[in-house]
């Protein structure tokens, strides 16, 4: 069975300061992977994905994560980090392999807190 | 364009009560999601349809929680007893089709409180 690990439940960072979120995952074939934002009382946004190709991926917002196979590790990062950029952040991942039928399978989140 | 419509945004029922909410996806979406988040918990898919054809509905409570996507456009979730438990946020998402490397968005969610 797939799955998505985000072992910090919480990162502070000081604004200005890079930021990473950790992910790391467990699919049968290949992972297609993605990075979704979540404001309060809001949905979640989509921010990033890697299918195949280049190993870091850019996103929205200045947002970038880097695709490690050899650790199943795809973390978020952004080289400056700005207050408006508190959030909730999910990684997911859907399993490549065939007959995995499509199902994108969550994280339980981090909550990224910049201060000034 | 448009993006993915629910309503109600928030409900409040009492227990053994029933409820239902509704989702307009994306136009041109085949797939939808169902996805429920419990406060503190990822979002955990309930069911998806590809067209008005369920592909996934295996972590759906199918004795009490059914969805039904007529006619492969909005879909309507009904949960009927409700139990405390199933206070949590009900997130609709959709995507272009079954193709894996396209990205699902979602709608603002409906909170629902179980009193």
């Known amino acids: 069975a797939q799955s998505v690990a985000q072992p910090e439940d919480q990162v502070n960072v000081a604004e200005g300061n890079p930021l990473t979120v950790k992910c790391t995952y467990s699919?049968?074939?290949?992972?297609?992977l993605f990075w979704y934002v979540q404001y309060p009382n809001r949905g979640l946004q989509f921010l990033l994905k890697?299918?195949?190709?280049?190993?870091l991926v850019k996103g929205s917002y200045g947002f970038e994560a880097e695709f490690n196979k050899s650790q199943t590790s795809f973390h978020l990062k952004k080289p400056s980090a700005l207050v408006s950029d508190s959030a909730l952040y999910f990684c997911?991942?859907?399993?490549?392999?065939?007959?995995?039928?499509?199902?994108?399978?969550f994280g339980t989140g981090t909550q990224l807190k910049v201060e000034l | 364009e448009a993006g993915v419509a629910q309503s109600p945004r928030y409900k409040i029922i009492e227990k053994r009560q029933s409820v239902a909410f509704w989702c307009n996806p994306i136009?041109?979406?085949?797939?939808l999601y169902w996805y429920q988040q419990i406060l503190g918990q990822g979002p955990k898919l309930l069911i998806q349809?590809?067209?008005?054809?369920?592909?996934?509905d295996s972590q759906l409570p199918k004795d009490r929680f059914s969805a039904e996507r007529l006619k492969g456009v909005d879909s309507t979730l009904k949960i009927q007893p409700a139990k405390l438990e199933d206070s949590a946020v009900y997130l609709c998402?959709?995507?272009?089709?079954?193709?894996?490397?396209?990205?699902?968005?979602f709608g603002q969610g409906t909170r629902l409180t179980v009193v």
């Open positions: 998402a959709s995507s272009l089709d079954l193709v894996r490397n396209t990205e699902a968005f």
């Open positions: 699919v049968s074939g290949n992972p297609y």
């Open positions: 890697y299918i195949t190709g280049d190993n």
């Open positions: 997911a991942v859907r399993d490549g392999v065939t007959g995995g039928g499509n199902k994108l399978t």
């Open positions: 136009s041109g979406h085949a797939t």
């Open positions: 349809f590809q067209n008005n054809g369920v592909v996934d």
